[in-house]
């Protein structure tokens, strides 16, 4: 791996407390290739959300990046972003897809305007430029056109994770972060999902940042696999390898977990 | 539309209610219910029109259901009996002409403490931890745990007596003839600022309060981090994704206030000898005018409900998710 | 429990709240101890200026205002605890048992709580006291319990609603305990934070609204309280003839003592709801980010 598009280095954050600090990152590093998709996976409150949230740098106090930390992204480091700039680097070089599929779009705006506001702001666009694009979206992942003057509750929640996805693809980005897009969605969706994500990928090329607790799903979804454990990576390998020579003495807890049925048909 | 029906319903019930409050009261009271209600009237008034107020007031020979029924009767075809005080004039024409000045004053000062009030909440929320919020919690405690009564006579002591910038009574200056005129306008703005100023003094911390609370409850929202996350300007993402989603609670707690904005203004136009409600009803408790305070409590009644209707329409304009509703 | 009073503690909004409370308190207890006037004698000329021998002057008719402030208090503080204490056990009773029986009781509950939050509170107490002739602050005390409940009863009924689901109430209900136990055992200890906004708040509610309507005249005007001080005063036209204190003093003890019972309750509410909570990291956190240890 050569040029990584995004280079994860020593990154550590705390989120402050009254006394003490409590540290939700510890000094992880990880690269991801253009076009990977790279699976985080461990138990709630390992530190995941927490990487994720700070890629596109969405935290806010009592969180912080401690200064050791490094983010690059095609070569710049993230942290060093001036406002503007990340303005426009958010969205443009990496969208996310939200845990809550119910939550994650704006309910007193129309699915239109939540197209809008993004390609409005980060192009020069016309309205109608932008209606165009945003219909365009829409029937990448099979919602009718029509459907833009909608509003999120008549969604069902499948179709408001494929809608998210739809304004994730909007200005064409370079990485996708998706924060176990699939855990509010029963398992038919979730597939659906998954498999509507790989189909865009492979036309579009970007890279995904895959974060999930379920280690079955992340196995057949991705290329490569980190493992986290109370804030630090603790194995990282390629998916095949993390299934089937798990190094870590957690990794091998993680799959005993399951039973043996679900990890052998998911391959 | 349904929705809107089921509250209409409500509201009539919670009239009655009202209604029912008025008539089984003198009655409860221990000794002759007109002897209590009409005390002060006997001697003065013409034994005919003493007999057409006891019949306004259910006071028929026959069962108590039949006596509700006449007052009820008498109530919906908008018969509230006469004033003692101001005899002939009946209650309604006397609280009627009263109620524009109060209805104009706790509006405007609703609209405005309601804006200035959520604009600071929001403002707050957004930089929490700020200077400037905390200035804005700490003068809503302030302004919040004053009562209306002390704010009133404090700005009417500074500014009314002491200052002497505003005058301290009347709606207009009282040799003026109301007009639709430049002068009558301005002096009805200028006796009015004071009342209008201290309202919206005593209410915009309660607003600023609800709607910090409100927005900071639902900044961990996923849809306003996906806002965020989509680098859209800030403004942009506390306008249209936090503060447009707060304010469907705020308006809904808007319709608890509307008792206290409704106290607070009938305190005001005391102090403030505005002759709204307020001083009517000062006026009448001071000479035992029960018609006059009977009927207080149903104009003020339906004035509550009608404005607890306009809060229901206006939040289910606001929320999609209710259009159906409409 | 601990958690909140622990909470409470170290907050320094509680912290002053609870100083004036205790300062107005001590005062009211103390009354005859600082001072030695009689509150509704006679004890010197009308309208004195504040000076040495009336602290802070003289009525109309020649009382002394800092022994009525003394005095007032006691009524005040009796009043607002009293009704508070009323408001909040018919509340969150109501609450309890609508949220927790649900099914019809909730329905009735919940009607007349709903009416009771729309019929206009202070007009619906005018007519009460206008009808009850010279209302004394007891009487003030137990209509305001008996008619301003309904905010509390529907607070609580909906946290209720929530606890009902909870596994704790679910096994006493498996055990066979009776309702009444697992209401005021099970459901009552976890409302304690929302009792307490409740009660705090009642209290305020109570206080402004006593010398409100004993303002407006509907009070016995020979009780000593800061209501009627405001009264007699207003009816003295104390202002227009120069006389503030007589106006002003009482003025300033009420928004004091309003001011230090929101203070309790905007820390209940910060202890009790994280979210509002602004704690000492942030200091640590601006220090951590000034000195370049980290950043977001």
């Given amino acids: 791996m050569n040029h990584p598009l995004l280079s994860v280095k020593n990154l550590t954050i705390d989120y402050i407390g009254d006394r003490k600090d409590f540290r939700a990152v510890d000094d992880v590093s990880f690269d991801i290739a253009p076009g990977e998709v790279f699976g985080l996976a461990g138990e709630s409150g390992c530190g995941k959300s927490t990487i994720a949230f700070a890629i596109s740098r969405l935290h806010k106090p009592p969180a912080l990046i401690r200064r050791q930390s490094k983010i690059l992204l095609n070569g710049r480091d993230v942290l060093d972003l001036t406002p503007q700039a990340l303005a426009a680097f958010r969205w443009r070089e990496v969208a996310m897809v939200f845990q809550s599929a119910m939550n994650s779009l704006n309910p007193v705006s129309r699915i239109g305007d939540q197209f809008h506001d993004v390609l409005m702001s980060h192009t020069t666009m016309t309205k109608a430029q932008a209606r165009e694009r945003a219909a365009e979206m829409l029937r990448l992942v099979d919602i009718s056109p029509d459907r833009l003057r909608?509003?999120?509750?008549?969604?069902?929640?499948?179709?408001?994770?494929r809608i998210v996805i739809a304004i994730c693809m909007a200005l064409d980005p370079k990485l996708v972060i998706m924060d176990e897009p699939t855990t509010a969605l029963d398992v038919v969706v979730q597939r659906e999902i998954l498999q509507r994500i790989n189909d865009l990928r492979r036309t579009f090329g970007f890279s995904v940042l895959f974060i999930t607790h379920d280690l079955g799903l992340m196995v057949q979804f991705c290329d490569r696999i980190g493992i986290m454990l109370a804030g630090r990576l603790v194995e990282e390998n390629a998916a095949e390898a993390i299934f089937q020579t798990p190094g870590h003495d957690y990794t091998k807890k993680l799959w005993s977990s399951f039973p043996s049925l679900h990890g052998g048909a998911l391959l | 539309m349904a929705f809107l029906f089921r509250r209409l319903g409500f509201y009539l019930a919670a009239f009655v209610a009202a209604a029912t409050i008025n008539f089984f009261l003198p009655r409860l009271m221990p000794g002759d219910p007109v002897q209590i209600m009409f005390s002060s009237a006997g001697a003065e008034l013409p034994p005919e029109s003493l007999q057409s107020l006891k019949l306004t007031f259910g006071f028929v020979d026959g069962p108590l259901w039949q006596q509700y029924i006449t007052y009820l009767g008498s109530i919906f075809t908008g018969d509230l009996g006469r004033s003692i005080k101001y005899f002939p004039a009946p209650v309604t024409a006397v609280l009627g002409q009263a109620l524009v000045w109060t209805v104009g004053l706790m509006g405007i000062a609703t609209v405005i403490s309601f804006t200035i009030g959520s604009l600071l909440g929001v403002l707050a929320a957004w930089r929490r931890g700020s200077a400037f919020d905390v200035i804005v919690s700490v003068g809503a405690i302030f302004a919040t745990s004053v009562p209306a009564v002390v704010t009133s006579l404090i700005v009417v002591f500074v500014f009314g007596f002491t200052l002497g910038w505003f005058p301290s009574g009347y709606a207009a200056d009282p040799r003026l003839d109301p007009a639709f005129s430049l002068q009558y306008i301005g002096s009805v703005l200028y006796h009015g600022f004071l009342p209008m100023v201290t309202l919206c003094a005593v209410l915009t911390g309660g607003f600023a309060v609800t709607m910090r609370n409100n927005m900071i409850n639902l900044l961990g929202e996923d849809?306003?981090?996906?806002?965020?996350?989509?680098?859209?300007?800030?403004?942009?993402?506390?306008?249209?994704?936090?503060?447009?989603?707060?304010l469907l609670p705020t308006v809904s707690s808007l319709a608890i206030a509307i008792g206290t904005i409704l106290g607070g203004s009938l305190v005001t136009?005391?102090?403030?000898?505005?002759?709204?409600l307020g001083n009517i009803l000062y006026q009448a408790i001071l000479a035992r005018d029960y018609p006059v305070i009977q009927g207080q409590l149903l104009i003020m009644t339906a004035t509550m409900l009608i404005a607890n209707f306009i809060v229901d329409v206006s939040y289910v304009l606001l929320d999609p998710r209710l259009k159906g509703a409409l | 429990m601990r958690v909140l009073l622990d909470g409470l503690l170290r907050n320094r909004k509680a912290l002053v709240g609870a100083i004036i409370l205790v300062l107005v308190l001590l005062a009211a207890i103390a009354a005859p101890l600082l001072t030695q006037y009689d509150p509704s004698a006679r004890v010197g000329r009308p309208h004195q200026p504040p000076s040495w021998n009336h602290l802070m002057g003289t009525t109309r008719i020649g009382q002394d205002v800092f022994a009525r402030l003394l005095y007032g208090a006691r009524t005040s503080l009796a009043v607002g605890f009293g009704a508070g204490l009323l408001i909040t056990a018919v509340g969150t009773a109501l609450g309890i048992i609508a949220g927790y029986r649900g099914g019809k009781t909730d329905e009735v509950i919940s009607f007349l709580t709903n009416m009771v939050l729309v019929v206009p509170n202070l007009p619906l107490l005018l007519v009460l006291a206008a009808f009850i002739g010279q209302a004394s602050p007891f009487v003030i005390a137990l209509i305001l319990g008996l008619t301003s409940w309904a905010w509390g009863a529907r607070v609580t009924r909906a946290e209720t609603l929530s606890l009902k689901q909870k596994d704790f109430v679910k096994a006493a209900e498996m055990i066979g305990e009776p309702q009444w136990r697992i209401m005021t055992f099970e459901i009552f200890p976890n409302l304690i934070s929302i009792v307490g906004i409740n009660f705090i708040g009642s209290v305020i509610f109570a206080i402004i609204t006593e010398a409100t309507l004993e303002f407006l005249g509907l009070g016995d005007p020979r009780a000593i309280s800061w209501g009627t001080m405001l009264y007699n005063a207003q009816k003295a036209s104390a202002l227009s003839v120069g006389a503030w204190w007589e106006i002003l003093i009482p003025c300033f003890a009420l928004a004091l003592l309003g001011l230090g019972m929101s203070l309790l309750n905007f820390a209940i509410d910060e202890v009790a709801n994280p979210r509002l909570r602004t704690g000492n990291w942030r200091d640590r956190w601006i220090l951590l980010a000034r000195s370049g240890e980290g950043r977001l």
Avoid at chain 1, 150 to 161: I, L
Avoid at chain 2, 224 to 242: E, N, P, Q, T
Avoid at chain 2, 269 to 276: A, D, S
């Fill in chain 1, 150 to 161: 909608d509003y999120p509750h008549q969604f069902s929640g499948g179709m408001r994770q």
């Fill in chain 2, 269 to 276: 136009e005391v102090v403030f000898n505005y002759p709204g």
């Fill in chain 2, 223 to 246: 849809y306003v981090v996906m806002g965020r996350a989509k680098g859209l300007s800030d403004h942009h993402v506390m306008i249209w994704y936090a503060a447009r989603n707060a």
